[in-house]
C-alpha cells in the first residue's frame, strides 16, 4: 500500500511508502485524501503524524506524471484538506520534503525534522513557480525576506536554518517516529497555533521588492520563473489567501507550458540518466577505495580536491620536491578558499588536506584502484608517465588521462592491459565544474567505462560518455563557436555586439570575453602544435592578437583592453589596428540574429559528432555544453533549442 494507518493511542501514524522518493503520484494523493476522511471520522484519534518510509520525505512531483494532464485529488486541494483536517497533522521529515512535498508539509499544523533533513521548493529550476501554495504559505510561516530566497533560488535549506526560520517547529533527535509522537502529545497540552494559511504575514514596502527585483533579475540570467515567483510572494503578502492562491496556481498553470520550461524538464531528465547509462546497467564498476593523481598544477589539484571531497585518500605525485610543494600549496589554496567562503570549517579543510600524500615515488602508487594523470597537454610527456604507471600499479588499476585535445590511444600506446585505460576529461576547476566527459578508447573494458562512471557519481558530476576527436565534444563545438564568431568580425560585425548578443542570449560572458579570461595563448599553442605537426591550419585573428603579445586579461589585452585592477572590457584601438586588414566595412546585425547564428553553428557541429558517433544522444551534447561551457541552461542546451532532440 502507499498510504497505510497505525496507532500509538490516540496519536495515528500515517506512512507513506511510494519508493524511491516518494513522490507525489495520484495513488498517494488519494490515499492522503483517504486518510484525512478515515483519521477525522475516528473519534479515538487526537493528532496525526505523517511519517515516510525508505530514504526521503516526499521529495516533490512525480516525474512521470511530467507533460500528462493532472489527475484529482489535485495537490492544492489535498493541501487544503490536510490543514482542514479536525485533527492537528505533524509532518516528520528526513532526507528531504522539497516542492509538493514541503507544500504538504506546510498544510500540516507542525512540522518536525531530523537534524540532517533539508526542505525547500526548487520548482524555479523547472522553469515554474510553486503551485500548491509554496509561495503563499511560506511567508506565512517565515516571512517575506527568507520566502524570497528559499522560492526564486530554488535551493534547499536544512534542518537548523528552517527551524530558526520558522519553517519547521523542532529538529528532534534519535528516533523520529518517537520524536514526531512526543512532540504531537505535547502540542495537545497548548492551544493550537492557527492554520497556516490564516497567519497574519507582514507586507514589505515598494522599495523592498524593487531591490529584490533587481537581485533575482541578475541571479536568474534571462529565466523567466525566478520573477514571476518574486510576482506571487508579493501577492502573497499583499492579498487576502485565496486570491493569492488564484494567482499562484494560474501562474503555475501559464508556465507549465513555456518553452523555457519544457527546456528545462529536457535538462531534469536528460541529467537524470547521464550518470546510469542504461547500455552499462548491468556491469558492476570496480571498486574505487585509494586514487592518485599525477600532476599538482592547477588541473591536478582541483581533481585531488574533488577525490577528497569525496571521501577517497588521494596519492599526488609530482617529479620533484619544489613542485610536490607547490602542488600541496594549490591544493591548500582551494581548500583554504572554501574556507573563507563559509564551505568549509578549518578543522574539515585541515582533514581534507592531511588525506593527500604528495611524492616523488611512483611507488607510492602500487595499491591505488584509479589513478589520474594531470599533466602538461604534450604526448611525450604523458607518455613517459603510462610508461611509469605500466610499471609499478596493480594489473588491476584504472589507468586515466585528463587530456583535453590529445588522442588517447596514442597515450595509451604500450601500456600494459590497455583495457583498463580510459581518458577522464575534467574541466577546469575540477573541484567545481560538474562535467565529466568519459572518452573510453577501443580495449576500454565495459567494467572499466562503468568505473568511469561510478566515479562521476562519487564526485556528483554530470558524466558524458564521448569518442575519440579531437577536443571531444566540448572542445570541438568551442572551436568551431569561436570561428563562426571570428567569422563574423571579419564580416564586419563588432565584437563586442556579438559579445553582448551572446550575453543576451543568456551566457555570463560573449566568445571574445571569454577568451580573454582564459588566455587566447591555450587556443594558439594548440594550434601551433598542430602546424608544426604538418597540419594546415589557417590563420586565425587570435593568432595576430597573441604574436602581438595580446594574450588576455594576464597581459592587459586580447580582444580588448584592461585597465590595471580592472576585468572590465575596453574596445581596443590597438586590436582595430591589428585587424584592420581583415575585417570588411563596419556590418549591422541584430543581437538576436547574432546569437542564433552562433548557436545554429555550435547546432551544426553537434549534429556532425552525432553522425559520427562522438556523442550518442542529442541531450548528451547538450548537457556538455550547459555544464562545461555555460550555455543558458533554460534554454536547454543548443540541440534543444535547434530543434535535434531524440
Same mark, same amino acid.
Given at each position: 500500500?502507499?498510504?497505510t494507518?497505525?496507532?500509538?493511542g490516540e496519536i495515528a501514524?500515517?506512512?507513506?511508502d511510494?519508493?524511491p522518493v516518494n513522490a507525489?503520484?495520484q495513488?498517494l494523493?488519494q490515499?492522503?485524501?483517504?486518510?484525512?476522511?478515515?483519521?477525522?471520522?475516528?473519534?479515538e484519534?487526537? %493528532?496525526v503524524v505523517? @511519517?515516510?518510509a525508505?530514504r526521503?520525505? @516526499?521529495?516533490?512531483?512525480?516525474?512521470?506524471?511530467?507533460?500528462?494532464?493532472?489527475?484529482?485529488?489535485h495537490l492544492?486541494?489535498?493541501?487544503?484538506?490536510?490543514?482542514g483536517?479536525a485533527?492537528?497533522?505533524?509532518? *516528520?521529515?528526513?532526507?528531504s520534503a522539497?516542492?509538493?512535498g514541503?507544500?504538504?508539509? =506546510?498544510g500540516?499544523?507542525f512540522?518536525v525534522?531530523?537534524?540532517?533533513?533539508?526542505v525547500?521548493l526548487?520548482?524555479?529550476t523547472?522553469?515554474i513557480? /510553486?503551485g500548491a501554495?509554496g509561495t503563499v #504559505?511560506t511567508?506565512?510561516?517565515?516571512g517575506?525576506?527568507?520566502?524570497?530566497?528559499l522560492?526564486?533560488?530554488?535551493r534547499?535549506?536544512?534542518?537548523?536554518k %528552517?527551524a530558526?526560520?520558522?519553517?519547521?517547529?523542532?529538529?528532534?533527535?534519535?528516533d523520529?517516529?518517537d520524536?514526531a509522537? $512526543?512532540?504531537?502529545?505535547?502540542a495537545?497540552?497548548?492551544p493550537l497555533?492557527?492554520?497556516v494559511?490564516a497567519?497574519?504575514v507582514?507586507a /514589505?514596502?515598494?522599495?523592498?521588492?524593487a531591490e529584490?527585483?533587481?537581485?533575482v533579475t541578475?541571479?536568474?540570467k534571462? *529565466?523567466a520563473a525566478?520573477?514571476?515567483?518574486?510576482?506571487?510572494l508579493r501577492?502573497?503578502v499583499?492579498?487576502?489567501f485565496p486570491e493569492?492562491m !488564484?494567482?499562484?496556481r494560474?501562474t503555475?498553470?501559464?508556465?507549465?507550458g513555456?518553452?523555457?520550461?519544457?527546456?528545462?524538464?529536457?535538462?531534469?531528465?536528460?541529467?537524470r540518466?547521464?550518470p546510469?547509462?542504461a547500455?552499462?546497467?548491468?556491469?558492476?564498476?570496480?571498486p574505487?577505495?585509494r586514487a592518485?593523481?599525477? +600532476?599538482?598544477?592547477? &588541473?591536478g589539484a582541483?581533481?585531488?580536491?574533488?577525490?577528497?571531497g %569525496?571521501?577517497l585518500?588521494?596519492v599526488?605525485?609530482?617529479?620533484?620536491d619544489?613542485?610536490v610543494?607547490?602542488?600541496?600549496?594549490?591544493l591548500?589554496?582551494?581548500?583554504?578558499?572554501?574556507?573563507? #567562503?563559509?564551505?568549509? +570549517?578549518?578543522?574539515?579543510?585541515e582533514?581534507?588536506?592531511s588525506?593527500?600524500t604528495?611524492?616523488t615515488?611512483y611507488? !607510492?602508487?602500487a595499491?591505488?584502484?584509479?589513478v589520474?594523470? !594531470?599533466v602538461f597537454?604534450?604526448?611525450?610527456?604523458k607518455?613517459?608517465v603510462?610508461?611509469q604507471l605500466?610499471?609499478?600499479?596493480r594489473?588491476?588499476?584504472?589507468?586515466a588521462t585528463n587530456t583535453?585535445y590529445?588522442?588517447? #590511444?596514442?597515450i595509451? %600506446?604500450?601500456v600494459?592491459?590497455?583495457e583498463?585505460?580510459?581518458g577522464?576529461?575534467?574541466f577546469?576547476?575540477?573541484n567545481? =565544474?560538474?562535467l565529466l566527459?568519459?572518452?573510453?578508447v577501443?580495449?576500454?573494458?565495459?567494467?572499466?567505462? *562503468?568505473t568511469?562512471?561510478?566515479?562521476?557519481?562519487?564526485?556528483?558530476? @554530470?558524466?558524458?560518455r564521448?569518442?575519440?576527436?579531437?577536443?571531444?565534444? $566540448?572542445?570541438?563545438?568551442?572551436?568551431?563557436y569561436?570561428?563562426a564568431?571570428?567569422a563574423?568580425v571579419?564580416?564586419?560585425?563588432?565584437i563586442?555586439e556579438?559579445?553582448?548578443? &551572446?550575453?543576451?542570449?543568456g551566457?555570463? &560572458?560573449?566568445?571574445?570575453?571569454?577568451?580573454d579570461?582564459g588566455?587566447?595563448d591555450i587556443a594558439y599553442l594548440q594550434r601551433?602544435?598542430a602546424?608544426?605537426?604538418g597540419?594546415?591550419?589557417p590563420?586565425?585573428? $587570435?593568432?595576430?592578437?597573441?604574436? !602581438?603579445?595580446?594574450?588576455?586579461?594576464?597581459t592587459?589585452?586580447?580582444?580588448?583592453?584592461y585597465?590595471p585592477g580592472?576585468?572590465? /572590457?575596453?574596445?581596443?584601438s590597438t586590436?582595430? +589596428?591589428?585587424?584592420?586588414?581583415?575585417?570588411?566595412?563596419?556590418a549591422?546585425?541584430?543581437r538576436n540574429?547574432?546569437?542564433?547564428h552562433?548557436?545554429?553553428? =555550435?547546432a551544426?557541429e553537434?549534429?556532425?559528432i552525432?553522425?559520427?558517433? @562522438?556523442?550518442?544522444?542529442p541531450?548528451?551534447?547538450?548537457l556538455?555544453?550547459?555544464?562545461?561551457?555555460?550555455?543558458?541552461r533554460?534554454?536547454g542546451?543548443? =540541440?534543444?533549442?535547434? $530543434?535535434?532532440r531524440?
Open positions: 500500500m502507499t498510504v494507518i497505525a496507532r500509538q501514524v500515517v506512512t507513506v511510494n519508493p507525489l503520484s495513488a494523493r490515499g492522503l485524501w483517504d486518510a484525512v476522511g478515515t483519521l477525522d471520522a475516528d473519534p484519534v487526537r %493528532a505523517l @511519517i515516510c525508505g526521503t520525505f @516526499i521529495a516533490g512531483a512525480d516525474v512521470t506524471e511530467f507533460g500528462k494532464p493532472p489527475q484529482p485529488p492544492p486541494d489535498l493541501v487544503d484538506r490536510i490543514e483536517a485533527k492537528p497533522w505533524v509532518a *516528520a521529515i528526513h532526507g522539497l516542492g509538493g514541503f507544500e504538504v508539509a =506546510m500540516c499544523r512540522r525534522a531530523l537534524p540532517d533533513a533539508s525547500g526548487p520548482e524555479v523547472l522553469g513557480v /510553486p501554495s #504559505r511567508p506565512r510561516l517565515a517575506a525576506e527568507l520566502a524570497v530566497e522560492v526564486t533560488s530554488g534547499p535549506m536544512r534542518a537548523q %528552517a530558526v526560520s520558522g519553517l519547521i517547529d523542532a529538529v528532534v533527535t534519535g523520529l517516529l520524536g509522537v $512526543g512532540f504531537a502529545r505535547e495537545l497540552t497548548r497555533p492557527a492554520p494559511s497567519r497574519p507582514a /514589505p514596502d515598494a522599495a523592498f521588492w529584490k527585483e533587481k537581485s541578475k541571479a536568474a534571462g *529565466a525566478p520573477l514571476r515567483a518574486l510576482d506571487c501577492k502573497a499583499e492579498a487576502p493569492a !488564484a494567482y499562484e494560474a503555475f498553470l501559464e508556465l507549465r513555456s518553452d523555457q520550461a519544457a527546456a528545462l524538464r529536457h535538462v531534469f531528465f536528460a541529467e540518466t547521464a546510469r547509462p547500455a552499462l546497467r548491468a556491469v558492476d564498476p570496480l574505487l577505495r592518485a593523481v599525477i +600532476g599538482g598544477g592547477t &588541473m582541483g581533481i585531488a580536491a574533488a577525490l577528497r %569525496a571521501g585518500p588521494v599526488l605525485v609530482e617529479r620533484d619544489d613542485a610543494a607547490r602542488g600541496i600549496a594549490n591548500r589554496g582551494i581548500f583554504d578558499g572554501a574556507v573563507r #567562503r563559509g564551505r568549509l +570549517g578549518t578543522a574539515q579543510a582533514e581534507l588536506v588525506g593527500v604528495a611524492t615515488d611507488a !607510492a602508487l595499491d591505488v584502484d584509479l589520474i594523470e !594531470a597537454e604534450e604526448i611525450g610527456v607518455q613517459a603510462f610508461e605500466g610499471r609499478v600499479c594489473a588491476d588499476a584504472v589507468l583535453s590529445l588522442d588517447p #590511444r596514442k595509451a %600506446a604500450g600494459p592491459g590497455s583498463r585505460f580510459i577522464l576529461h575534467f577546469s576547476p575540477a567545481v =565544474m560538474k566527459e568519459i572518452v573510453p577501443p580495449e576500454t573494458s565495459e567494467q572499466v567505462l *562503468a568511469g562512471f561510478a566515479l562521476a557519481r562519487l564526485l556528483k558530476k @554530470i558524466p558524458v564521448a569518442g575519440i576527436c579531437e577536443g571531444f565534444i $566540448g572542445n570541438r563545438i568551442l572551436k568551431r569561436r570561428a564568431a571570428e563574423l571579419r564580416q564586419g560585425v563588432a563586442a556579438i559579445d553582448a548578443a &551572446m550575453r543576451a542570449y551566457f555570463a &560572458m560573449g566568445p571574445f570575453e571569454a577568451q579570461l588566455g587566447l601551433e602544435g602546424r608544426a605537426a597540419q594546415d591550419v590563420e586565425t585573428l $587570435g593568432d595576430i592578437l597573441v604574436r !602581438a603579445g595580446r594574450k588576455g586579461q594576464k592587459g589585452g586580447g580582444w580588448y583592453d585597465v580592472d576585468r572590465k /572590457p575596453q574596445p581596443s586590436v582595430t +589596428g591589428l585587424l584592420a586588414g581583415q575585417i570588411a566595412p563596419v549591422t546585425m541584430e540574429a547574432i546569437a542564433a552562433l548557436v545554429a553553428e =555550435m551544426a553537434g549534429q556532425a552525432l553522425t559520427e558517433a @562522438i556523442a550518442q544522444l541531450a548528451d551534447i547538450d556538455v555544453e550547459i555544464h562545461g561551457y555555460g550555455f543558458p533554460w534554454r542546451g543548443p =540541440m534543444f533549442a535547434t $530543434g535535434i531524440g
